[in-house]
C-alpha cells in the first residue's frame, strides 16, 4: 500500500491504534490552548472560538458513523489552528498582519483573507470525502462540482453567521468583530478569497487523480 493509501485509508484504523489522529488532536488542543490565554479581547475571542467549538462539536458526533481519513483531520486542525491565532488577536491585530503591513506599506490586515484562502484549500477535502460517502458521488467532475457549491455555499453562510452573531450578542461591536476595516466589500472579498483556495484545491484532485491513474495503470501493466 503506497504513502497516499494509507492516508486515505487512515479512516479503518481504530482509534486507539491511530496515533496520528491523536498526535493531531494532542497538538490543535496545545495550541487552542495557548491562543485561549489573554486574548485581546474576550468578547470577540468567545465569540470567535463559538463556532468553533460548535464545529468540533460536530466533528466528534461524526466520528462513529464516517471517521474522516487522518488525511482530512490534519488539515481541518490545521485551519482550526490558523482562526484560533486570529481569534487570539480579533483578527485584526495578529503579528502577521503587522508584518504583512510594513512589508507591503499597506493599512488594512489580509490574514483574515488568508484564512478564508485557507478555508476553500483546505476544508475541500475532507468535504470531497463527506461527499463521496454520504451522496455516492464517486465519478470526479459530479463530486469536484458538489464540493466547490459546498464550499462556496458554507463560505456565504459563515458571513452571515458572523454578522448576525456580533449583532445579536453586541451591536456595538459588530463592526470591530466582522473586521470590515472600512471596506464595504469584506464580506465578498473574504468569499472570493475561499473560491480561490477552492479552485487550487480542485486543481490538486485533478493533478492527484491522474497521478495516482497512471500510477494503477503502470503496476498494472508491470503485473501482466
Known sequence: MTGISKWLRSH????KQNRLLQITIAVFTALW????????D????????SLLVAFV????????KFPLSNLSYLLIAIFLAMHAYAAHYTYQHTPIDDWLKQLFHIKRGFYDRI???????????????AVQY??????????YIVTFTMIMSASALYELLEMWSAYLFNKKMAAKYIGLEGDVFDSQKDMTSALGGALIAIVIFLILHRALNGKN???GKNTD
Open 12 to 15: 479503518l484504523i481504530p482509534f
Open 57 to 64: 462539536i460536530v466533528l466528534i458526533v461524526m466520528y462513529r
Open 33 to 40: 490552548i495557548i491562543a485561549a490565554i489573554r486574548p485581546s
Open 115 to 129: 484564512v478564508h484562502f485557507a478555508f476553500g484549500l483546505l476544508i475541500a477535502f475532507p468535504v470531497r470525502e
Open 134 to 143: 454520504f451522496l455516492k458521488l464517486h465519478r470526479k467532475w459530479p463530486a
Open 217 to 219: 495503470n503502470t503496476i
Open 42 to 49: 474576550w468578547k470577540i475571542w468567545a465569540v470567535e472560538n
